[in-house]
């Protein structure tokens, strides 16, 4: 907090002294999403690399010196943050790559990354004394929100599209939450939300809109970066809906390089879904994004219209990255795959990183001999419908051994275990 000095607009450059009292650009309204900067020259004297450990902190205020929020609270969230970082045991073989780590997210108290984001979200609005926090999510972000808040006493009114899944609603409702189901998709949600926010007053957690969500997402790169020891990959895979995931994960990288804490930022590999790939689209044209369906059973990153264009974008650019699309069958089969190869579950939209990573082998953008970490962003209990395919498949038994010999004998067991 101490080191937060400017917020800029990443659409004008326009530097606003720091503390700001509104979340975007002033003269460039919504579409003027800030950027929070700190004082690196600062930070470069008073860190380490050995600073984040002796701080004794398992979660992800390890990194406090390197976020917006004062300490004040920090001892009383959930623990978010320093979840595992996997080497890889039998995928990389699958895959013929040497290196391969798996980051899963699906481990923070909510199920998702986006706790990161929520857990700033809440100690910001505590800050300004503010004790209501609203924000629209196609799920994860809003039980997320739900959740953190809850902790801290925080009320939270959430927007959330009609095709919510079941799993993320009902943690909804768990932590309390007041909902709002807007009928039709994230767009009318989102919008309903920014209107209810104006005439309400509570505090925004819409992630593009509030900078200071992607510098919780930030922390992600950092636990990456301090579980491989300072040696940073040669990629990073993450699947892509607004942009402020891939943004946070860049922004961590990049700062940590500034710092001279490591020698290099990740290239990275932005995951669309085929059915709604806005980002993958406008890169590919070299043009800016235009509104698509939000197609995909990756309920996650099904967003039509993404609020944080300009530093998804820039992520991928910067890095001398890709974007992928995989198709919804691909990621079903994803989900499997990691689940079986890993015992890692993710929901869909986590596992279309996977489904990406292996497009990105195959078409030879990543090759076999980089080192490779793959985010699973949200955990697959969120989202059991989307293994209803496979579900069919369990045979029903009588409970007699000798039915059971019989079916084993006729090497029937595929679908049950390998
Ligand atoms: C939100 C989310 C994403 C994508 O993050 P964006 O910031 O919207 O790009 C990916 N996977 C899961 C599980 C998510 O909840
Ligand atoms: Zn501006």
């Given amino acids: 907090m101490d080191y937060v000095t400017h917020y800029k607009c990443t659409l004008c450059q326009k530097s606003y002294e720091a503390p700001v009292d509104f979340y975007t650009c002033p003269s460039c309204g919504e579409t003027g999403i800030l950027d929070v900067l700190y004082d690196l020259d600062k930070l470069k ?28 609270h920090m001892k009383d969230t959930l623990r978010v943050g320093w979840t595992p970082l996997y080497a890889s045991k039998r995928l990389k073989d699958t895959m013929g790559l040497k290196r391969f780590h798996i980051k899963d997210e699906g481990m923070n108290p909510t199920g998702s990354l986006k706790d990161r984001a929520s857990a700033v979200a809440v100690l910001k609005a505590l800050e300004v004394g503010n004790t209501t ?24 009114v959430i927007f959330v599209p009609s095709r919510a899944p079941k799993g993320k609603l009902s943690q909804l409702i768990a932590f309390g939450a007041r909902v709002v189901r807007v009928e039709g998709d994230y767009k009318a949600a989102y919008n309903l ?69 490591t020698k290099k930022t990740p290239r990275l590999l932005g995951v669309q879904s085929v059915g709604c790939a806005p980002f993958f689209e406008a890169a590919k044209e070299g043009r800016g994004l235009r509104e698509t369906n939000g197609d995909t ?59 990406g990573l292996e497009k990105a082998l195959r078409e030879g953008i990543i090759g076999k001999d980089e080192h490779v970490v793959l985010v699973s962003t949200g955990n697959g209990l969120k989202d059991t419908l989307s293994m209803k395919a496979s579900l069919g498949r369990i045979k029903n038994f009588q409970g007699g051994l000798e039915e059971l010999i019989e079916y084993f004998d006729k090497d029937h067991h595929k679908g049950g275990t390998k």
């Fill in 297 to 355: 059973i990756a309920d996650s990153i099904a967003v039509g219209i993404p609020r944080n264009p300009v530093k998804a974008l820039r992520a991928v650019k910067e890095t001398s990255g890709e974007w992928v699309t995989v198709t919804d069958e691909a990621i079903l089969e994803a989900v499997r795959t990691l689940g079986k190869e890993e015992g890692v579950f993710a929901e869909p939209a986590a596992a279309a990183s996977l489904a």
């Fill in 45 to 72: 004297l008073d860190l380490s690399r050995d600073t984040f450990a002796a701080r004794g902190d398992f979660s992800m205020w390890r990194y406090a010196p390197l976020l917006p929020v004062k300490e004040t």
């Fill in 193 to 261: 939300s920014k209107a209810a926010i104006g005439h309400f007053g509570w505090y925004n957690r819409n992630a593009a809109i509030n900078a200071h969500m992607v510098e919780g997402k930030k922390t992600v790169a950092f636990e990456i970066v301090e579980q491989l020891d300072f040696h940073p990959p040669d990629w990073v895979v993450v699947s892509v809906g607004d942009g402020c995931t891939i943004a946070g994960v860049h922004k961590g990288f990049k700062e940590l390089e500034a710092l001279g804490l």
């Fill in 133 to 156: 926090i609203a924000c629209s999510s196609t799920g994860n972000a809003a039980s997320s929100l739900a959740g953190n808040a809850a902790r801290l006493g925080v009320k939270t």
